[in-house]
């Protein structure tokens, strides 16, 4: 039987190593690896969860500061997180329901804006936002009462495929054996790498500065988006208890500038942005957290499983797509990725095994199609609004004011935006 040898560097372990041997192993310790590695125990799947960061709880977020990490869930991830027994068990009074989503152009003009509304598309709300850590720690903690998983603080030094499944040599010297692997190993994916799949990768020459503010006046479950000239853009999501959490796209220079402002600095700084609007919109902002700073990119893994003679391990989330967050869809696409999985999973064949040929081909198939829409759009909206010609300009703003009047494109957008997703 042939071996494939895939070098993630380093050390060889002792020919006396013992193997232990599981259903799968999931790489990766962020939501998309926990949220994966929790519905393949639940379908009765012996799972090993593999990440440096494992091994403590995250702790659940408290008190009137939140987290720096804080998300768009789409109804996608909240029907997985349903599946999963979490949803109900997350403190819903740190999620906030948006029912209003408002985009203005950058020329300014009251005619340039896009309204989608939760009334408008007949659903209850569009989206919640809410901290990362606020899933994480329930995660953890279904985590811990499902005896088919457990979960290790190591990493993964070396990686083997063979036609039974995958060997991986972790750093403590212990080796693995799983039939399927998952790679929830994050946008730098040490495994894609390691098994030969390459990615298409852009800079935007951008950084998201994060912030959480209170706000005086009422954001009216309203998340607001304003593309600026010049390419900026600055979103304003709403949170419980009147504040707003911030992601402002900006060239890396503006980035680190804004993460040394004081709050008067802040205040100039806040009453500039599109003409006043957003003090206009949410008034007086004061600072509720450390800001932070995220660089931007694009990254498209040509395959989704692989490798490529004899596919073992299925890459998912940030692992095989990563986008501008403009749309907040990046970790709901990549929890799209394990409903896929988990569906496709539960619903097999029962001559398949979970590392079926098959069973890998169709998870890549259903991913190819929401993932590269959604990173068409996303990186077509940044480039377009990043154009500086009179012509881009006009379209733009012309194209904002155009889909706002038109219902069906509305809607389409909407259905997009909420994702598609049902269990069995
Ligand atoms: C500013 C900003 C705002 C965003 N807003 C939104 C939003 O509103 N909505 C949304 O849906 N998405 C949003 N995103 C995208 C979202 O942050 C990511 O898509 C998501 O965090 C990816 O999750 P993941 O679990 O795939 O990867 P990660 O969270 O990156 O996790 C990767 C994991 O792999 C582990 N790992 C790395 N190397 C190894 C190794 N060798 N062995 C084992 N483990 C390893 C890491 O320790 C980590 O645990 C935003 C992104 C940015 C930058």
């Not at 768009?72 to 948006?98: E, Y």
């Not at 190993?185 to 935007?204: F, K, L, Q, V």
């Not at 902002?285 to 073992?312: D, M, Q, V, Y």
């Not at 012309?398 to 259905?415: A, C, D, P, Q, T």
Request: glycine residues 8%; neutral net charge.
């Amino acid at each position: 039987m042939s071996k494939a040898s895939h070098n993630l560097p380093l050390h060889t372990p002792g020919s006396n190593a013992k193997i232990r041997t599981v259903d799968v192993v999931v790489i990766g310790g962020g939501i998309a690896g926990k949220a994966c590695a929790l519905g393949l125990a639940q379908l009765g799947l012996q799972t090993l969860e593999i990440a440096p960061d494992l091994g403590n709880l995250v702790p659940a977020p408290t008190g009137p500061q939140w987290g720096q990490r804080i998300y768009a869930f789409s109804p996608s991830t909240q029907k997985l997180l349903a599946h999963l027994q979490i949803w109900d068990a997350l403190d819903h009074s740190r999620l906030q329901a948006v029912r209003d989503m408002r985009i203005f152009g950058d020329r300014g003009e009251q005619a340039d804006q896009l309204h989608l509304s939760a009334f408008e598309a007949g659903t209850p709300q569009l989206a919640w936002i809410g901290e990362s850590n606020l899933i994480e720690h329930t995660l953890d903690q279904a985590a811990r009462f499902q005896n088919k998983l457990e979960q290790i603080a190591d990493t993964v030094e070396k990686i083997e495929t063979d036609a039974d499944g995958v060997t991986l040599q972790l750093k403590n010297h212990s080796s693995i054996k799983a039939l399927l692997v998952v790679a929830a190993d994050g946008a730098n994916s040490p495994t894609r790498a390691s098994i030969g799949i390459t990615a298409s990768e852009e800079s935007y020459s951008q950084s998201a500065v994060v912030a959480n503010w209170n706000c005086t006046k009422a954001h009216l479950e309203t998340a607001y988006q304003w593309f600026l000239p010049g390419g900026d853009i600055v979103a304003m999501l709403p949170l419980p208890n009147k504040q707003v959490s911030m992601v402002w796209s900006t060239c890396p220079e503006n980035a680190s500038d804004l993460l040394g402002l004081t709050q008067a600095d802040w205040d100039k700084k806040l009453g500039l942005i599109a003409d006043g609007a957003v003090t206009k919109q949410l008034g007086t902002l004061t600072l509720n957290s450390t800001p932070a700073a995220f660089p931007l990119r694009k990254i498209r893994a040509a395959r989704f499983i692989g490798p490529e003679h004899n596919p073992k391990i299925a890459l998912i989330g940030d692992a095989a797509h990563v986008m501008h967050p403009l749309a907040g869809q990046g970790l709901n696409l990549g929890l799209r990725d394990v409903s896929t999985l988990l569906n496709i999973l539960s619903k097999r064949e029962s001559f398949r095994s979970p590392n079926d040929l098959v069973l890998l081909r169709r998870y890549e198939r259903q991913r190819q199609g929401d993932t590269s829409a959604l990173l068409w759009v996303t990186d077509r909206l940044k480039k377009l609004f990043s154009d500086s010609s009179n012509t881009e300009r006009h379209l733009r703003n012309f194209g904002l004011g155009f889909v706002n009047r038109s219902h069906f494109i509305k809607r389409r957008l909407i259905e997009r935006a909420l994702g598609d997703i049902d269990f069995e």
